[in-house]
T-cell receptor
Framework: KQEVTQIPAALSVPEGENLVLNCSFT??????LQWFRQDPGKGLTSLLL?????REQTSGRLNASLDKSSGRSTLYIAASQPGDSATYLC???????????FGTGTKLQVIP | DVKVTQSSRYLVKRTGEKVFLECVQD?????MFWYRQDPGLGLRLIYF???????EKGDIPEGYSVSREKKERFSLILESASTNQTSMYLC??????????????FGSGTRLTVV
């Protein structure tokens, strides 16, 4: 069964710092990996979707990579801002409808 | 952009009530999903639907049922609400390529409290 791990569970950084969030998965059959942010009490907002053939996706200050051989995805946030404070989750897609596995999330706090 | 709309942000219901959670998507997606999210347990799949009138059980279907009469609408039904169903409920939709899910778009969530 696919397992998705996000370490650290919480992270606090000063504003302006570049940072990397990690997502590790066990099933190399993964074909898509999606990063989300979740603000307290709200739903999940999709940030980036990486297909295994793409390896990398960028949107503004965000860059996500996918390395199936190492079982790892990273989300890079450049020049962090207090508005980036949220919980970030990754989800691995490795089969049909019931083979989507979410990580437990990294709670990010960016201090002004 | 695809929008997934959940009809209520907050609901408070009494034990034993029948509860309906509604979800509507506007991008003609075939797949729709209901998850619940609890602290320490993450997201757990309750039910999903890959076509109109089709439904499949997820990991925790007990105490729930679903209805999909139209492609854009997927309803979650709590037949007799209990306190252990107090949770955040998240609806999602997705496109698909064959039997593979392309990626999720989530609604804003419904925080249900059963008293």
């Amino acid at each position: 069964k696919q397992e998705v791990t996000q370490i650290p569970a919480a992270l606090s950084v000063p504003e302006g710092e570049n940072l990397v969030l990690n997502c590790s998965f066990t099933d190399s059959a993964i074909y898509n990996l999606q990063w989300f942010r979740q603000d307290p009490g709200k739903g999940l907002t999709s940030l980036l979707l990486i297909q295994s053939s793409q390896r990398e996706q960028t949107s503004g200050r965000l860059n996500a990579s996918l390395d199936k051989s190492s079982g790892r995805s990273t989300l890079y946030i450049a020049a962090s801002q207090p508005g980036d404070s949220a919980t970030y989750l990754c989800a691995g897609f490795s089969g049909g409808y019931q083979k989507v596995t979410f990580g437990t999330g990294t709670k990010l706090q960016v201090i002004p | 952009d695809v929008k997934v709309t959940q009809s209520s942000r907050y609901l408070v219901k009494r034990t034993g009530e029948k509860v309906f959670l509604e979800c509507v998507q506007d991008m003609d997606h075939e797949n729709m999903f209901w998850y619940r999210q609890d602290p320490g347990l993450g997201l757990r799949l309750i039910y999903f639907s890959y076509d109109v009138k089709m439904k499949e059980k997820g990991d925790i279907p007990e105490g729930y049922s679903v209805s999909r009469e139209k492609k854009e609408r997927f309803s979650l039904i709590l037949e007799s609400a209990s306190t252990n169903q107090t949770s955040m409920y998240l609806c999602a939709s997705s496109d698909r390529e064959g039997h593979l899910i392309y990626g999720y778009t989530f609604g804003s969530g419904t925080r249900l409290t059963v008293v």
